[in-house]
């Protein structure tokens, strides 16, 4: 079992560089990026509008860190996170599970500046 995280954008770029950066630092295996429209209550109003959406793949004991990320380098002010415990073949399993970092150590560290909007 892993989570497959999703997680909204305002634009490709930021879902790239954020994805990227997430993969960088091992606290994600992989990631898939989509454009999606959204419709949602903000700030006293209904909003829609073009997105991205990053669904990456990560083992269970990093979903705290993968939120602490996002959150620390996201454009928007309440970033959407969502998280689903999922199973796929066993052999896919083991890569995400090898590609990550156990337990939030090991990786390397590198600095990332927060992505703006393009």
């Known amino acids: 079992m892993f989570l497959a995280i999703y997680i909204t954008h305002p634009t490709e770029k930021v879902a790239q560089d954020i994805s990227n950066h997430l993969i960088e630092k091992k606290l994600v295996a992989c990631a898939n990026i989509f454009p999606i429209k959204s419709a949602y209550w903000w700030q006293g109003k209904t909003e829609q509008g073009d997105e991205f959406v990053s669904l990456v793949k990560t083992r269970p004991d990093l979903w705290k860190s993968v939120c602490a ?6 454009p928007y002010d309440t970033p959407c996170m969502m998280k689903w415990e999922v199973e796929a073949n066993a052999k896919y399993e083991q ?6 970092k156990k337990n939030g150590h090991g990786g390397f560290e590198q600095t990332f500046t927060k992505p703006t909007e393009v």
């Open 69 to 74: 990320e996002v959150e620390q380098l996201h």
């Open 95 to 100: 890569w995400i599970f090898d590609s990550t």
